[in-house]
């Protein structure tokens, strides 16, 4: 082909597959790590913070067993990471939590998963919006004073820009994360230097302050205990771990090795980022308090009501960089960055999820369909307004929010864990290869200590959490599952409601005749397209119907009938009441019951017009007698459409919605078939003329 | 025929008639006044207060100016009953204002007088809910203490009635009206024969105040301004007289007489209660003030802003017969009574004049469909909410209100008293029978003294009332006429675009051949019978089309397809992104590219559901198609309806909707013509075997 017709046709090519073609553009594992850790890596801003709180309440003394805590985090962060590693193996097409615990529990533990999941998105938003609107505060006081304002606004923004349908673009995560992460490894380097080569002390705003222990003294069980709510809070360093297994076909070839590759980098950065923050924490004296009014103290007094207690990440940068210094504020910028990002992934996971679900039939059917914008608004409209609920309700306070957190997390962590040991039990029943099956004890066991740790944690977290929030959670879940539940149900009775049988029925039997009518009201354009279609479609018997709702029209349409001579009959009902819909509905009831296998086709002329306003001028008596037909037995109904020109416009915003794309493309990666041209099951033949 | 048979005859007539019995039950004399009348009798409630309020700013004093305006009250009542005895005369059919203005004067002065109507609905709930309140205030102080709130209240209250269909009956108005018209009287009486007789001195509970004048000493323009505003306010007494000239066919044979003596009755009756409460307002001492808080002073100090300043009547009342007695309360009662029910006639009112506009087209034209639930119960909404927008920013105060009440009215009067005049004269040049052009000349002459004198008041209210909040109302006028003028310039337009041309045209010319497609998903229930529907009604090529979106399912439906052996080929189109419209809409495009006068016939399988949230579940994406389709030119949409078992309960319901009734139809009166058989144009014969 030569290049110079080539040209016009690429032109329009590129024009057509516009839409397809960000699913197409596969990730390297450096835009990938970026875009699917940006919400496990935002958690450190949030995680060390939440650990010193809880440990607060023994006192300040028990700031020493943070690093232990620290370690135990670690560990379970590299369980849960080489636990993932064998789930991005094992379902190289991308099996999230739900699809393993579905294949490997049944559809119960699967729906329990996805409800979870669910849950866990409302909360990623309303978490992360409320922390990153923390640390912003820690740079501009007005954002913290206005707190819950500045964080229902942000996430009025997000949803108004995931409405709109941003596109979801590898640089715009890139950038932030590679900051933030660059920010807080910088920070860590450079308060080492300090400390350990310079030999500075660095001290931190709340350094000379204390804090007034709620229990002095705790042993033994109770100590135990509070050790054990800390570890459950820093445990929300491991939220948003998961969110790779979901989108292993986004990954460039080896996708498997690429994606695990990827979770290890994320463990790793996770894990030092984590430790880094808590020993700089340590070493710069950092107060945190549960009650910071009541409990910190200052020159004896508490510091009351006014005290705004910045996030640990940022007090640190104090110390480390000097508040309000250049470094300060691009940290405390990149990490509210980051936050809104992991916001973000909320309002793409969760479509995602809904598609999903929509194709096992736990939630309505359109919402399978990729890029269905009205059914993604109305998953985005809901996903914020639970937020938004959320954040209004505890106050943008990303502490209490935290302990609602951790549930949904590990409940898929647990579950999905446990169907990947049945997934490998499986397949050890039926693979011989003793290489392999040395491969998958391993795996088995990895997985098996990673649902038994997960399960733990579980246990642990709503042990401690439960009547501090959890069971807003766990409330949550119900709610979504028995919705999906009762989706589910109502789908399969009318899947069996609408079975063919294989005996001959209603529908196999062949209705004996058709009667058309067209409705008519006055001889114009699309009266007239309505008659020359129907008669087009040849029927036994065809007559044209006019409601007398106004004698002199009535006359007016009789004559210009006749004038014009149309070969149609024109039956005339009179209507006292100028009702439309029942003399209609009446005279197509009697066609039905003179001749009950008759199928009675009736012609409905239509304006297609361009405004919503319009609608309430047209076609509203056409809808009405429409609905009502649709209730009658043995009844079609045809909209014989007339484009007005004001049409036109919603031609082209029909056509623009057509090429919209769905944020969450990006982390979704390509579908596996390319579009190929229509082909026929039967070779195409004339027909109809029997 | 026998009893025995006609029994369910009769059963399932009475049933099938139901609905249309209230229209054919016509009012005698002495249901029709209260019917009509409670409107105009009502604002004896507040017109005589307002006067005396008006007049006490220049004092006291000033209150012996009273019974001249009464006196002029009464002639310009006297004037206006003659007017419009004429127009009941002259349009036994109904012609309302808007009528007899529209075809004497022209469109425009039609619309003017609509608009006006319009806003006088609204004023008429406001006003009336408000005096309504201060009246049952009088009696209960809870009312007058929230009165904001029970004003309110009462028109939600009414507004969810007329939304339910609260029928209309006679006896519902007959009862309220006939108590406070007779109350009124035995007050008038008793108050006489005590002042008269027995030679009592009675007191108002206000009698004992004095009033600080605004302005001592008017005289000269400043005094006849004051004057004319008294009038204005006394002039309120007139509202509603007009609703009788809308209701004629309402009455009993012969129609225009009895609605003439009605008119005549009722305006007897209104001059009469509105003379003898100003009478026994003046003989009780009553005082009013503008700013009771102000200027209303008792022992040297000002009352103060927790004063409730009662109504006249209520006033009067309590001096009559004693605050509190069993009287006082039933008459209060009784005025509040009558009061919410003049509030609900502009619930009656306002869809009816709504129909007359539809019918020209200045309205949507489904509102012109009588007992159009959904339509008529926009129009509810919008009143009520109009009306409580007024009561909210007046603060439910009548005073403040009626400012904005009566210039709608005089527009109304005046402009059809001059279309009256034109009427006669268009009369008076064909009419050679000497009696009858007598008589047209007399009544000429009511109607140009008719039209002279409520011009004259117009001006006089527009003068002294358009800085107070006559405004308003105008500004809402120019807002519904604006409105109503668009609405017919787009339908004007409209009806131009699509006007069929007497050449041949796109429409006249008969398209090709049709191609028809039945979209199909699975082989279930509804498929088979869009099938087999699609396949009677004969069409030069027939394919099935399905797109897939999962390669399982589409195999599945392949192999069914294949085993029950269906003679229709089947279609399939890949769909990358499992989008269901665009591959159905290119594919459409390029059918009609091949062969452009070809017609494309889609058939869509559709479930028909009975609540609202199933339809979440269902026909989504088939409705989304549809909308795609209509916009595309040489197509035509088949629904192919399948009736769930759920659908029962909807078609229920639809029944019951279709046998609501609207309220206002017994002042409507039954339309012209009854039911007929369907008949037929043209002989039937059979069609479409060609």
Redesign the interface.
Same mark, same amino acid.
């Given at each position: 082909m030569s290049k110079l017709t080539d040209v016009p046709k690429r032109i329009l090519i590129g024009q057509a597959l516009r839409?397809?073609k960000l699913?197409e553009t596969l990730l390297p594992k450096r835009i990938a790590l970026p875009v699917f850790a940006s919400d496990p890596l935002s958690s450190v801003a949030y995680a060390p913070g939440e650990v010193l709180l809880v440990l607060s309440i023994a006192g300040v003394s028990a700031y020493h067993f943070s690093p232990w805590i620290a370690v135990a985090v670690v560990v379970l962060m590299f369980t849960v990471v080489a636990s993932y590693r064998q789930n991005v193996r094992a379902y190289p097409s991308g099996g999230g939590d739900y699809e393993v615990a579905t294949t490997n529990l049944g559809p119960k533990a699967g729906l329990t998963v996805a409800s979870a999941l669910l849950v866990d998105y409302v909360l990623t938003v309303a978490v992360s919006i409320s922390s990153g609107v923390e640390n912003l505060g820690s740079a501009i006081p007005f954002v913290v004073e206005h707190k819950l304002l500045c964080a229902v606004g942000a996430i009025v923004l997000l949803t108004l820009m995931n409405l709109r349908g941003v596109k979801e673009s590898g640089k715009l995560f890139a950038i932030p994360t590679y900051l933030f992460v660059a920010g807080v490894f910088v920070m860590i380097l450079w308060g080492a230097f300090r400390g350990l080569v310079l030999g500075d002390t660095m001290h931190a705003p709340t350094s000379d302050y204390e804090v007034r222990p709620e229990h002095q003294g705790l042993a033994g069980f109770a100590l135990v205990f509070l050790l054990l709510r800390a570890f459950s809070s820093g445990c929300a360093a491991l939220t948003g771990v998961e969110a790779i297994s979901n989108g292993v076909p986004a990954f460039r070839k080896p996708k498997s090795k690429n994606a695990a590759t990827t979770l290890a980098a994320m463990g790793l950065l996770a894990v030092t980022m984590f430790c880094g923050i808590i020993a700089l924490a340590m070493a710069t004296d950092v107060k945190m308090a549960e009650n910071p009014a009541k409990d910190l103290v200052r020159d004896g007094t508490p510091v009351g009501a006014g005290f705004v207690q910045d996030p640990v990440i940022s007090q640190v940068a104090a110390a480390v960089f000097g508040d309000g210094t250049f470094f300060f504020v691009v940290l405390a910028a990149a990490t509210a960055l980051v936050l809104f990002l992991a916001a973000n992934t909320a309002y793409n996971g969760f479509p995602l999820l809904g598609s999903i679900l929509a194709?096992d039939r736990y939630l309505?059917?359109?919402l399978?369909?990729?890029? !269905?914008r009205?059914?993604f608004s109305n998953g985005i409209v809901l996903l914020a307004g639970a937020a938004i609920l959320l954040v209004w309700i505890y106050g943008a306070d990303s502490t209490r929010l935290i302990q609602l957190y951790i549930v949904g997390v590990f409940v898929a962590f647990t579950l999905s864990q446990t169907g990947m040991v049945r997934h490998w039990n499986r397949h050890l029943r039926t693979e011989r290869d003793q290489a392999k099956r040395r491969h998958m004890v391993r795996s088995r066991a990895i997985n098996a200590f990673g649902a038994f740790f997960t399960g733990l944690v579980l246990v642990v977290v709503l042990a401690t959490k439960f009547s501090h929030g959890a069971w807003v959670a766990l409330l949550g879940m119900v709610i979504f599952f028995g919705t999906m539940t009762a989706?589910r149900k109502?789908?399969d009775r @009318?899947?069996e409601?609408?079975?063919?049988s294989d005996e001959p029925? !209603?529908?196999?039997?062949?209705?004996s005749?058709?009667h &058309?009518i067209v409705l008519v009201s006055k001889?114009?354009?699309?009266? #007239? %397209?309505a008659l020359?279609?129907a +008669?087009?479609?040849?029927?036994?018997?065809?007559?044209a119907l006019s409601i007398n /709702?106004?004698?002199d029209e009535t006359k007016a349409l009789?004559e210009d009938?006749e004038r014009r001579g149309i070969d149609?009959?024109?039956?005339?009902?009179?209507s006292?009441?100028?009702?439309?819909?029942?003399p209609v509905i009446d005279?197509v009831k009697t066609l039905r019951k003179d001749r009950p296998r008759d199928?009675i086709?009736v012609?409905i002329p239509?304006? @297609?017009v361009g405004h919503w306003y =319009?609608h #309430?001028?047209?076609n509203?008596?056409a809808l009405?007698l +429409? *609905?009502?037909?649709?209730?009658t037995?043995g /009844?079609? /109904?045809?909209? /014989?459409?007339?484009?007005? =020109?004001s &049409?036109e416009a919603?031609?082209v915003r029909?056509r623009r919605r057509?090429n919209w794309t769905a944020p969450g493309s990006v982390r979704r990666g390509p @579908?596996e078939?390319?579009?190929?041209e229509? %082909? !026929?099951?039967?070779?195409?033949?004339?027909? *109809? +003329? *029997?």
């Open positions: 839409s397809d699913g194709q309505p059917r359109q399978h369909t990729r890029g !269905d009205l059914a989706i109502h789908y @009318v899947a409601e609408i079975a063919a029925s !209603d529908e196999t039997i062949r209705p005749r058709v &058309s001889l114009h354009r699309p009266t #007239l %397209r020359a279609y +008669k087009l479609v040849r029927s036994d018997q065809l007559e /709702v106004d004698p009789r009938w149609i009959p024109l039956k005339i009902l009179d006292p009441y100028r009702e439309v819909t029942r005279y199928v086709s012609y239509e304006y @297609v =319009e #309430l001028l047209h509203q008596s009405r +429409k *609905g009502r037909l649709l209730f037995p /009844v079609m /109904v045809t909209s /014989v459409p007339y484009q007005l =020109e &049409s919603a031609k029909a057509a @579908v078939r390319r579009h190929r229509p %082909r !026929d099951a039967h070779p195409r033949e004339p027909h *109809g +003329k *029997g």
